[in-house]
Nanobody
Framework: QVQLVESGGGLAQAGGSLRLSCAAS????????MAWYRQVPGKQREMVAT???????NYKDSVKGRFTISRDNAKNTVFLHMTNLRSEDTAVYYC????????????WGQGTRVTVSS
């Protein structure tokens, strides 16, 4: 497992932007698939975006065209650039990692809160 630390959350106005960062420990970062999930109270955690070790990306339908996931293997960091934010994007955002070729994300950060005001 890797240690993950998120940052960059905060308050934004609807239509605004935020960039989340997730710093990972360890030397195997480039071999990990990475993901961003989010959760609101009373609801299940949901996938927002994923990026594989080979840079293939996938997005939740409602964030396509607004959010971009990227990674910098030299800095052991994954990013989520969020634009045109909506009130429904308000949630705690979590970074997750899994070893390439495995099905389960087994490393999680502590989460960073994003609040979008309308």
């Amino acid at each position: 497992q890797v240690q993950l630390v998120e940052s960059g959350g905060g308050l934004a106005q609807a239509g605004g932007s935020l960039r989340l960062s997730c710093a990972a420990s360890g030397s195997s970062f480039s071999r990990n698939d990475m993901a961003w999930y989010r959760q609101v109270p009373g609801k299940q955690r949901e996938m927002v975006a994923t990026i594989t070790s080979t840079y293939t990306t996938n997005y939740k339908d409602s964030v396509k065209g607004r959010f971009t996931i990227s990674r910098d293997n030299a800095k052991n960091t994954v990013f989520l650039h969020m634009t045109n934010l909506r009130s429904e994007d308000t949630a705690v955002y979590y970074c997750a990692a899994r070893r390439r070729g495995t099905p389960i994300y087994n490393s999680w950060g502590q989460g960073t809160r994003v609040t979008v005001s309308s």
